[in-house]
């Protein structure tokens, strides 16, 4: 245990000095939201008459598991980065923990992780049953050709990128979101110095999936791999192409048999919330004053929107959508953890130190 600490070493222990000044009303909140939209799958549920699922445990059960694992593993690395690798002992890492994590600490992080997956399998239900709605593809479509003077979006990516080398990389841009997402908010419950700014980022978070169900029933779509495969039709062979015809033979499962205990659908267009989760990654790197993290994500985010494209999972418009919805969600997410704005809220919440103020100030300005 490390005898004497600055400021910031305290601030850095308990994690909870703005919780404390201003209480629990903002977690309260975020329950509240997870509360809603968790009653809301339970009514669309019974409307339908299809019971919340879990297939294969893929939703909920394996990545609850899956995130828990991690979030262990990402505690011991952070406690031996703040130890420092000169002084390095077990005996230090340790007390750099016990300190890093109490008990208050730990159990709004760990609650922080269930409210999240308890939305997310929520989404992925309410995402399924969007299946039973009339699509409306051909709008979409005719929207990205007026944006695109008549053109295909999908067949001027092709025309640009080519169809074979291109697929492979695009494949893979495409494929690591779900492996981004899930060590994103992980990271950020680990990471964070104060638990209440990681709150910002797993509200935003919530209000992704949340808005992009939304968006979902507001225009049914499966996207233009389907409504237009001729467009897709050369494309190398990769798992994407495995995937929308697995996608595909789900979806008819469902409609042709939505009592059956494996029917689940996956495929919906508008919004991209590929694209969406993305930016909003990219507009709390900025909020929190990470510019080069920021400048890398914002690479990673124009490949995303090219490769949802490049596919045919989504329209342009889609994509459009998912910028407008991030930017939403981040706003939600922000109001909802910090009414008062996250500066104000540390001024009056005592045990934060000018030197730790200044921070947050240069912090914003870089932003």
Not at 38 to 43: D, L
Not at 218 to 239: C, N, R, V, W, Y
Not at 309 to 324: K, N, S
Request: aromatic share 14%; with cysteine.
């Amino acid at each position: 245990m490390v005898s004497s600490q600055t400021s910031d070493d305290r601030a850095i222990a308990d994690g909870t000095s703005a919780t404390r000044g201003s209480g629990y009303r903002w977690l309260a909140g975020v329950w509240v939201v997870v509360a809603v939209f968790a009653a809301v799958t339970v009514v669309r549920s019974h409307y339908i008459g299809i019971p919340i699922r879990d297939p294969d445990g893929a939703v909920f059960r394996n990545r609850v598991f899956g995130s828990l694992a991690m979030f262990a593993v990402l505690m011991l690395v952070d406690a031996c980065v703040r130890t420092g690798f000169r002084r390095w002992t077990v005996r230090k890492a340790w007390g750099v923990l016990r300190q890093r994590w109490p008990p208050e600490r730990l159990a709004i992080a760990l609650s922080g992780l269930l409210a999240y997956y308890i939305v997310y399998a929520s989404y992925h239900n309410l995402k399924s049953w969007d299946a039973f709605n009339t699509v409306r593809d051909d709008l979409l479509l005719r929207v990205d050709k007026w944006l695109f003077f008549g053109h295909s979006p999908a067949i001027l990516l092709h025309d640009l990128f080519g169809q074979h080398i291109a697929a492979y990389i695009f494949a893979v841009i495409y494929e690591s979101f779900s492996t981004m997402v899930t060590i994103s908010v992980v990271a950020v419950l680990v990471f964070a110095n104060r638990i209440r700014d990681s709150y910002v980022f797993l509200m935003s978070a919530l209000w992704t999936w949340i808005l992009g169900v939304c968006a979902y029933y507001l225009i049914p779509s499966i996207g233009p791999f389907h409504s237009a495969p001729s467009e897709f039709a050369q494309l190398t062979h990769t798992m994407i192409t495995s995937t929308q015809a697995r996608y595909m033979a789900q979806r008819a499962h469902l409609l042709a048999h939505p009592s059956a205990s494996d029917a689940f659908a996956q495929v919906s267009a508008f919004a991209s919330l590929h694209v969406g989760f993305t930016c909003m990654i990219l507009f709390m790197l900025r909020y929190f004053g990470f510019r080069l993290a920021a400048r890398v994500m914002t690479v990673y985010l124009f490949a995303v929107i090219l490769a949802t494209v490049y596919f045919g999972w989504h329209f342009f418009v889609d994509d459009i959508a998912g910028v407008i919805l991030a930017y939403l969600a981040v706003l939600l997410g922000r109001i909802m953890i910090y009414p008062r704005g996250r500066l104000s809220t540390l001024r009056h919440s005592g045990g934060e130190t000018g030197a730790t103020l200044d921070e947050e100030l240069l912090g914003r300005r870089n932003s």
